[in-house]
């Protein structure tokens, strides 16, 4: 790489410090870190950085984690003690205790309907005042040709 180029990804630096570079690449990247001047302290920082991981000890454990691990799924795969199931089907005399409710729902909704339905038929006629064959703020000639009785 010439000093017209940019510099190398990370990755590269990266790659060349774990030998996954061909050789021309190795030689072209070597090249390249010896004489830059952000490249070469990132280099050397990656290098400590990789000798220090190196160093790090492996961890033994004392046991098989395997051996541990298979024994807690076995232990989570067997099924649980059934229990006895209950009846989900009612008997006669809790159908009798539902009915008062049951009734008293029906009516209450019956008597609540009935009640709207005034109120309704008015709404609508106020509605269709829009279209009415007199304009707004007209005086009736006759009380009944605006379909309003005189009080």
Known sequence: MS?????????????????????????????HVAGCAICSPMLAG?????????????????????????????????PPAPRPLRSSRRRWWQWIALAPGGAMAV???????????????GATAAQMAAFSALPPGALCP????????LP
């Open 46 to 78: 990656m290098r400590r950085l990789h000798a220090d991981f190196a160093a790090l000890p492996v961890p033994r454990a004392d046991f098989d984690v395997a051996a541990e691990v298979d024994r807690r799924i076995g232990a989570l795969a067997s």
């Open 3 to 31: 000093d017209q180029e940019d510099c190398p990804r990370i990755e590269s630096l990266s790659a060349l410090i774990d030998d996954e570079l061909e050789a021309t690449q190795r030689v072209a990247l070597q090249a």
């Open 107 to 121: 009516a209450a909704g019956l008597w609540l309907g009935a009640s709207i339905m005034p109120a309704a038929a």
């Open 142 to 149: 006759v009380s009944k040709a605006c379909g309003r009785p």
